[in-house]
């Protein structure tokens, strides 16, 4: 793969990184013709940070309690994406809004994973509520982010039986698998839409 063919991906997160971990394997794998340039975290404790250093990729903890206003910590972390000029930003886990600027900034380069079979169960919590709620299914969305809370356009989804045994623990199981062989897919998708 020559350099002009490989995309750039700058990812966020906030904890685990268990998805942001699926992707890295994907690239070394040779199924997803991308590159990790940046991995930016608004926790400094985030495990997933470990895992972007285990994969010598450069990381960046922009943490926004530091920051006096929502729009400072916006202003810095778009400077910061137009410093790295990613051609996509990955939202695997960043459990932060982001401001309606960069939004405007960054529009249709920036997607997002989400734990449900949206438009159902947006917001937070959405494995628990299934469970909770007694829904019969659930699924895993790819969207583009938009100014709305979990609505922008659809890239993929795929949906996951909720079984009456089902605890949160073990749903949460179940849909972290299909997110961590959805995302890669529906990355591709854009990046080869962005690329024609
Ligand atoms: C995933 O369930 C994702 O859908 C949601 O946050 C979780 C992040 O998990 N947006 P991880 O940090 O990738 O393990």
Redesign the pocket.
Known sequence: MTQAECSKLAVL?????????AILDHIEQGKLPAEVSLVISNKADAY?LVRAEQAGIKTLVLENKTYATRQEYDHSLIRTLEECNPDLIV?????RILGPGLVTRFQGRIV????SYLPALPGLHS?ERAVKEKHTFTG?TVHYVDHGMDTGPIIMQEKVDIDPQDTPESL?EK??KV?HRLYSKAIAKVLKEIKS
Do not use: K, Q, R
């Open positions: 997160i906030s904890g685990n990184g268990s998805n942001l971990g997933g939202l695997a886990g960043f459990m997002n994973i989400h734990p494995i895993v949460t849909v972290h997110e």
